[in-house]
Nanobody, 116 residues
Framework: QVQLVESGGGLVQPGGSLRLSCAAS????????MGWYRQVPGKGRELVAT???????NYEDSVKGRFTISRDKTKDTWYLQMNSLKPEDTAVYLC??????????WGQGTQVTVSS
């Protein structure tokens, strides 16, 4: 199992930026994909961005060109840099890890609110 702890959420005005962090610990040797989902009340979880151990990235269409996923291998941490934020980006952002053996782990989530 991989333990995930997010940080960096908050309130930001439209057009602003935030950087989310996800610190991972535990059984990292089998980790293959890391990333971010988001969820709003009444809706299912939506993929935002993923990054695999070969540095192949994938983004949801609405965030392409605005969000960037990256990782620091030395710190077992990955990030989501969010620029040009819009009110529709408001959600709980959840850190995600997929490991060999089809094991999925989630963080507790961090609230991002985009509002003037």
């Amino acid at each position: 199992q991989v333990q995930l702890v997010e940080s960096g959420g908050g309130l930001v005005q439209p057009g602003g930026s935030l950087r989310l962090s996800c610190a991972a610990s535990g059984r990292l040797f089998s980790l293959y994909v890391m990333g971010w989902y988001r969820q709003v009340p009444g809706k299912g979880r939506e993929l935002v961005a993923t990054l695999n151990i070969n540095d192949v990235v994938n983004y949801e269409d609405s965030v392409k060109g605005r969000f960037t996923i990256s990782r620091d291998k030395t710190k077992d941490t990955w990030y989501l840099q969010m620029n040009s934020l819009k009110p529709e980006d408001t959600a709980v952002y959840l850190c995600y890890a997929w490991s060999y053996g089809n094991v999925v782990d989630w963080g507790q989530g961090t609230q991002v609110t985009v509002s003037s």
